[in-house]
């Protein structure tokens, strides 16, 4: 049964440039050290992927922080999130779907929740 579904976009130019002070403060350092060259919509996709996440869990960001939820990608690319902390016992008991993607302009990401059978 779905429990939530959260959407986001974001503008990478947002992150053209940002400081590694100011990045971890929204990201891991898992997910600052894994970021291309071209970082900018990266960061972008990912950050609309935590945006979306709050929404799909209906909490908008309260009650965790951002590096909370990481964003990782399997060996085909598939993207999965990674909880840690307070982000992690208010994923508990759910399963979820991430699909993000970006352009020069823009980035968005969808997150289905859902409960565990």
Same mark, same amino acid.
């Given at each position: 049964? $779905?429990?939530? =579904? #959260? =959407?986001? =976009? !974001?503008?990478?130019?947002?992150?053209?440039?940002?400081?590694?002070?100011?990045? !971890?403060?929204?990201?891991?350092?898992?997910?600052?050290? /894994?970021?291309?060259?071209?970082?900018?919509?990266? &960061?972008?996709?990912? &950050?609309?992927?935590?945006?979306? &996440? /709050?929404?799909?869990? #209906?909490? #908008? $960001?309260?009650?965790?922080?951002?590096?909370?939820v990481e964003v990782s990608s399997?060996?085909? #690319?598939?993207?999965?999130? =990674?909880?840690?902390?307070?982000?992690?016992?208010?994923?508990?008991?759910?399963? &979820?779907?991430? !699909?993000?993607?970006?352009?020069?302009? /823009?980035?968005?990401?969808?997150?289905?929740?859902?409960?565990?059978?």
């Open positions: 049964m $779905i429990r939530g =579904i #959260g =959407i986001d =976009i !974001s503008d990478p130019r947002r992150f053209q440039g940002m400081e590694h002070s100011l990045l !971890s403060r929204i990201f891991t350092e898992r997910e600052i050290s /894994a970021a291309p060259v071209r970082s900018d919509e990266y &960061f972008a996709a990912r &950050f609309a992927a935590k945006e979306a &996440f /709050a929404k799909a869990i #209906g909490t #908008g $960001i309260r009650g965790f922080s951002l590096p909370e399997d060996d085909d #690319g598939r993207p999965f999130f =990674i909880f840690h902390g307070r982000a992690e016992k208010l994923a508990a008991g759910l399963r &979820f779907h991430l !699909s993000m993607s970006h352009e020069r302009n /823009a980035a968005v990401a969808v997150v289905v929740a859902e409960h565990e059978e």
